[in-house]
């Protein structure tokens, strides 16, 4: 525990290998699946798909159910992941007890935590340098926030691995532009430091954990087969969460009655 705070505090960033137990994996996995055939039979419904590829495997079968439609398929779920096998990731101890380190006693899942399938080939999945916080606002570096990335694949250079600049937490928020899809760091900020960028390949049952304001990038997926990862974050929920939404409590000492306790409960919630 203490050498993963020194490394979160002093490089802005943390490895955590073999975190995730093969159960809550599986408990993941099979909502994705569940989400991506739920997905086949609407697109048959629409008309637009004969076969739902029932036998193709996880790391495909997405881009197949959407294969004269690319533009259509999506890159990013949110509101869906209200189901059961959620929970356990997003609630697993040890990530709350550093969570709890970090941040302090009342902890809430901020409210954009997601699963993204990042498409071969796709520029809608090439997620350009940028801090979290760039996305907020400029009061952002006031967030208290300890981020989480896992993979659902081994991930790699060529699948589309994360990026890092190290200790770029320390700089603050910096200037971010809009690109097609994404913001990005201005030029004058990322470039002089983007050689010192350090690759995060790991394997699914590893976790990640960084800052909001960490300088990061996933890579482009140069393989034939998806990048399946989550991302989520928890906030210090003393602090206004500067979006429309409120996320949902996790931990907490002073209203411990309204904590999501457990995987029913949060099938029961939606997205906020
Ligand atoms: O998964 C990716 O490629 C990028 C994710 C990301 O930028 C994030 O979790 O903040």
Redesign the pocket.
Known sequence: MEAVIRNFNENGFAILRGILEQETLDAVKYECEALVAELALQRCAEGKLTDTYSDSPFETRLIQIYENYPDENPTIFRPELHRAGFFGVFAHPILLELAGIILGPEIRLYPNY?V?P?LPANKR???LW?Q?AGYTSKEADILRMM?V?APLVPVNFEN?C?EFIPQSHKWGVVPHEKDEYYLRIHDDYIKPVEGDAVRIEIESGDAVIFSNLLF????PNRTEHI?W?L?FRYQDARQPTLRTSQGHLLSSQRTPDAVVKDAKTWAELEFS
């Open positions: 997601s993204r990042k999945t090439e997620v940028h979290d981020n990335w589309g994360m990061h990038r996933g890579l990048r990862s991302d």
